[in-house]
């Protein structure tokens, strides 16, 4: 089986994060961002990060509530076991705690 059985899954999940990236230039959200990695001008990988979600916070009575989430990390394939997706997370490491 391939991928054609998640395509609605995907297309969701492109939407969602779309609606996120449209909320974090909002200064209504100034606590959820993206970070992006470019090479020669192209985006190769992204990153995004959060408050905890509703789900975590609900599962641990709300003791991680002050945790924020890394979200979904990206790299194109081509860049992909570069390090592209390692210095995406360290650099929202610095970010978080400068």
């Known amino acids: 089986m391939g991928l ?5 899954d995907i297309q969701y ?5 779309k609606r996120l990236l449209r909320a974090s230039l909002s ?5 959820l961002f993206f ?12 990153i995004s990060y959060g408050p905890c979600g509703e789900d975590i916070r609900k599962c641990t009575n ?11 990390l990206y790299v194109l394939p081509g860049y ?7 210095a ?5 490491h610095l ?4």
């Open 4 to 8: 054609e059985a998640l395509i609605d």
């Open 13 to 17: 999940e492109i939407e969602h994060k």
């Open 27 to 31: 200064a209504l959200n100034s606590d």
């Open 35 to 46: 970070l992006m990695a470019k090479h020669n001008h192209n985006v190769v990988g992204t």
């Open 62 to 72: 709300d003791e991680l509530g002050h945790v924020g989430t890394l979200g979904s």
């Open 80 to 86: 992909q076991g570069q390090g592209v997706g390692s």
């Open 88 to 92: 995406l997370v360290q650099e929202n």
């Open 95 to 98: 970010l978080l705690n400068s």
